[in-house]
């Protein structure tokens, strides 16, 4: 045991280190779930080009990262028997989705009896214009001959399947698949071939 | 230095016990999420229409804006929830999630493939309690039984084109929810 005057010295650094404790505790593990339930739903993602999508989240087997990051969003998953939802924040270079841009999307679609595709500002909101479109659903596109897609996102108008971006910074895109067996993949290499993503030209 | 170790150690594995509790917790304490969002435009029991995405944004963030939407919070204490969904031309689905928005069921207008989308939803107890004969007679209508004893169902049908909004809209008027009576 130490002298009497050392442990005057030795309470308020015991204090101080408890609490140094207490801080770190808090900050890493609030900052970490911040983290991980701010971006996606968890570590539970398939992708495909540029895109992203968590099966898992739309069932009863949801991971507790996937319920947290919905909770916080306050959304409710598509359920994998109805359907599946692939995000695109960027495009096939990895480059992010600038609604100032022309983009264009064009290849194949996983086969579904219905899909839709929605343009949005970063928060998820629909972006404001003057076409009042702010997607498209399987049905109303127009298709190539070969069976192809192809669909010109822009802020200005284009001929053919034109997606209007308002000139918003940065978009993202939802392809969701309805009635489909494409979710039944849970793996990254069992992932379909979703359309490519390129930005043709930028002001 | 050599004391601010033990502190470093101790607070990186509190911080690791703060995260995990916090996920684990996020879908019961988490004060805006899908259920209490709902609850503020719906009743309980009772069909509502959820407002279409705008570019104010949505009742439920990342809704598909392609679809017509309505809701029905359901609470089970009083006896089972029947629903009635008459499906559109194009598609319509009926998804039910728990209270803390674990989803659980999900069907579309093919695979109950009928003129009109009939279910019994229930806990495992009412379902038990079901008399035999009730079973019988119930064979062709599908029975749902839910984990939890409240939860959200959530009706939708699709838009495939602007001008079938109107008529979308209104075959998911007749979507009906009802508690026992």
Known sequence: MGAPSSHRIDRPVRALLFFLTL???AVVGLGLTWMTTMRGYGPTAIRAGAWEAWPKAGTEDADPYARAALARAGELPLELADGIAFVAATDDAGKPLDGRCDIRLSGTVPQARFWTLTATDERGRLIDNAAQRSGFTSPEVVWNRDGTLDVALGPRARPGNWLPTGARGR???TLRLYDTSVGLA???SDAPSMPRLTTERCP | MKRLILPIIAGLVLGGIVHLVGVLLMPYVAEQDAYSRLAAIGEI?????IDDPSVEGAVLPASDPAFLSAVCLYDLAEGPVKIQV?????YTSISFYTRHGLPFYAINDRSAGRSLIELDLMTAKQRAAMPEDAEVT?????VVESPSVEGVVLIRALVRERDAREQVKARLDLARCNGAS
Do not use: C, H, K
């Open chain 2, 86 to 90: 008459p499906p559109t031309d194009d």
């Open chain 1, 23 to 25: 801080a770190i505790g």
């Open chain 2, 138 to 142: 119930a064979a062709d209508r599908l």
């Open chain 1, 186 to 188: 849970s793996r990254t």
């Open chain 1, 171 to 173: 978009i993202v895109l």
């Open chain 2, 45 to 49: 029991n009772a069909v509502a229409e």
